[in-house]
């Protein structure tokens, strides 16, 4: 806005890479305007010489639409900023027009370019709201008023949360009034050569840390992508010049490697008699510089990638299939954004093919829909509050009627509808702040499938307590443990794009959240809703109740019977003590052997047992042993569990069940959220030992039981 306004004649850093996203007309030169120009015939019916341009890309996307509201806003634009200048010296007027034309090229609706002109006005001049209502509707005032507060936000590290949380807030509710505000930071980065250095670097890490992931989000990448390049060259000015060099001088190339595969894969699809216009994408600044990075020194396929467009979703595949028949496809390069559309919209096929010479060539297969939508995102899916039942008279107006297949609200992307959520469970704002910018500091997501076959959305680095609350919000207190990929796994377990993750649900309603989850924990979803239960029972404990460590389990009922000795082995020495071994609790019918120690004592042990191993390479020798007559058995058994209150009582509970008596019982101490109990029970019968590990198994909470092997 004004505070950020600069001279417009000083060149963009970024202008070669924007000029090759779209086959662009020439960007009208507004300082060059003079007065009578920007006025033009102000006649009612008559457009502006000035906002020429501006209906021109408006046209290009909307034939029908009416110009009527753009001619009136822009009069009253001119007539409120009149006399009011830039910091570059030029009318002020030249700021909306041009944030206005940035809109207008994307594909933003009538409704949206209006209320762009006269997003200043309310902040800077003396229009009302009220005004604004009277002359352009409730729609076109509640947009302003939306812009007018961003221009109150302070974007920086010292930004009032409460501020910008209403901020995000209002740009929930309507998606157009980020949109305005993305538009007019463009403008401004483009335009920031007259302010002093230090300004320009601050305007650039707010733009960096705050503005860029919110573009990202929502889907907007010909914004996304300028912006970095622009707050590139401010804050990287030395790698920015080399990445140029390297731009140019690839450009000096005699042959373009790009050219010849792009005529290669047009020869393809022609024999296929695939309708598709393939085109060269160059990579933006940025994108030139991670792939340096990345990849050392680069060729020239490297600067840019090839784009095909076709007409149907199916037609998509076709050109895959072709490409990976009739070229060398780097199979690893391969992703399916079509089938699994990202977080923001996007929706593209993404592979790869090589040439002999071993130049590779990045291919993109987009309709022309999903194109502009990758492009534009939600400016480009039109006015989402136009009635569906009156889909021709929407069009009319300037609202574009969804296609086939589109989301009935495309403008409420996942990401924006999780936002309204976080904001009103968030125990407090700082709670909100914090989580809001972990969250814009991740730049990629990942998806998991659940075992129904739903998609969750992710971001990169989240683990299974992130899925929970994704999947059940709040009920994902009760969570108990997960299985990944079919196999057990705590809840701190990290996923990976494409996992399938059931999520193990506990039955008890008391069941409640650890404080050790936050640590594992990286959406806001999860970390606020965990937050919130902490703030609200804050004599809770760290962890579920449990015994205390190593600590014997009180007195059970006894049951009549006298511990059992090892009087049922056998053995060669018939004046010999025999003893169980307790690292491998050998019961009938286990094979196996045993070892003379001192006293007398034969330890018996079963043969797989690492103790057997250990003491046959010392050489120590064997003694000969075997089951007898007695068909009771003493065990000890390993229970591996997910903390939750009243385990111990139902596990035991359980065991009882199955006739087993529990001579003595320890249970460790937590470790994140697992629980491990040791139990050495009798049994009247060894048969009976597979029937008590299974009650036990099914015991809720409890993943597995094994018996003892200790080393």
Not at 5 to 15: D, F, R, W
Not at 148 to 174: C, H, I, N, Q, W
Not at 468 to 488: P, T
Not at 560 to 589: E, K, N, Q, W, Y
Request: aromatic fraction near 4%; glycine fraction near 6%.
């Amino acid at each position: 806005m004004s505070a950020e306004a600069t001279n417009p004649a000083t060149p963009g850093p970024a202008a070669p890479a924007a000029a090759v996203r779209r086959k662009a007309r020439p960007r009208i030169d507004l300082r060059r305007l003079g007065r009578a120009a920007l006025l033009g015939n102000a006649a009612r019916g008559r457009l502006p010489d000035a906002i020429g341009h501006v209906a021109e890309a408006h046209r290009a996307h909307y034939p029908d639409a009416d110009l009527e509201p753009l001619r009136r806003a822009y009069v009253l634009a001119e007539s409120s900023h009149r006399g009011q200048m830039r910091k570059s010296g030029e009318p002020y007027i030249t700021h909306p027009l041009a944030v206005t034309l940035i809109l207008a090229e994307l594909g933003a609706e009538t409704t949206t370019l209006t209320a762009s002109l006269l997003h200043d006005t309310v902040e800077d001049t003396d229009v009302t709201l009220d005004q604004v209502r009277e002359q352009f509707g409730e729609e076109v005032r509640y947009l302003v008023d939306g812009v007018t507060k961003l221009e109150k936000v302070d974007y920086g590290a010292a930004a009032e949360p409460e501020t910008f949380r209403k901020m995000l807030v209002a740009t929930g509710s309507d998606v157009r009034v980020m949109s305005i505000k993305l538009a007019d930071r463009l403008h401004n980065m483009r335009t920031l050569g007259v302010m002093r250095r230090e300004k320009q670097e601050r305007i650039a890490k707010v733009t960096r840390d705050v503005l860029i992931p919110l573009a990202e989000r929502l889907g907007v990448q010909a914004l996304k992508t300028e912006l970095e390049d622009l707050v590139f060259a401010i804050l990287h000015p030395e790698e920015y010049e080399h990445t140029r060099e390297l731009i140019a001088a690839n450009a000096a190339r005699a042959d373009d490697p790009l050219a010849g595969i792009a005529e290669e894969v047009r020869g393809v699809l022609r024999e296929a008699d695939i309708p598709a216009e393939v085109l060269i994408r160059p990579r933006h600044f940025v994108s030139v510089h991670r792939v340096s990075r990345k990849r050392g020194e680069l060729r020239g396929a490297d600067f840019g990638r090839l784009l095909v467009l076709v007409n149907e979703d199916a037609d998509c595949y076709a050109v895959l299939g072709e490409l990976h028949t009739c070229m060398t496809p780097v199979v690893s390069e391969f992703k399916d954004f079509i089938a699994v559309p990202k977080f923001n919209l996007y929706q593209s096929l993404h592979t790869a093919v090589a040439r002999a010479d071993g130049q590779v060539a990045e291919v993109l297969i987009r309709t022309h829909q999903m194109h502009k939508v990758a492009e534009a995102g939600v400016v480009a899916l039109g006015n989402p509050y136009a009635p569906a039942a009156d889909a021709p008279a929407a069009e009319a107006a300037g609202a574009a009627a969804p296609a086939d297949g589109e989301r009935a609200d495309p403008t409420r992307p996942g990401w924006l509808s999780r936002l309204l959520d976080w904001q009103k469970a968030a125990p407090d704002t700082d709670t909100f702040w914090s989580t809001l910018r972990e969250d814009l500091a991740q730049d990629r997501e990942i998806t998991v499938f659940r075992p129904d076959g739903g998609a969750l959305g992710l971001p990169e680095g989240a683990t299974c307590v992130d899925a929970a609350y994704a999947q059940y919000g709040e009920d994902a207190h009760a969570c108990i443990g997960a299985r990944v990929n079919g196999r057990l796994a705590t809840l701190s377990t990290v996923l990976t794009d494409g996992d399938t993750v059931q999520l193990l649900m506990g039955q008890d309603p008391a069941s409640e959240p650890s404080r050790e989850w936050l640590e594992h924990a990286h959406t806001p979803a999860a970390r606020i809703a965990i937050q919130r239960w902490l703030a609200a029972h804050p004599d809770s404990t760290e962890e579920p109740p449990a015994p205390a460590p190593s600590r014997p389990v009180p007195d059970f009922p006894a049951s009549g019977t006298a511990p059992r000795t090892a009087s049922a082995v056998v053995t060669d020495r018939p004046d010999a003590t025999v003893r169980l071994a307790g690292c491998c609790t050998p019961v009938p019918p286990d094979e196996v052997t045993g070892f003379a120690v001192r006293g007398g004592v034969v330890t018996v042990h079963r043969v797989e047992c690492a103790s057997v191993a250990h003491m046959k390479s010392t050489g120590r020798p064997e003694t000969a042993v075997s089951w007898g007559d007695s068909n009771g058995c003493r065990v000890t058994l390993v229970a591996e569990s997910f903390g939750r209150p009243h385990l111990l009582a139902d596990l035991t509970e359980a065991m009882a069940q199955e006739g087993a008596e529990i001579v003595s019982a320890t249970v460790e101490p937590p470790s994140q959220q697992r629980v491990r109990h040791t139990y050495t029970v009798e049994l009247p019968d060894a048969a009976h030992l597979p029937a008590l590990m299974r009650a036990m198994r099914n015991v809720p909470g409890v993943y597995d039981v094994g018996r003892a092997q200790h080393q």
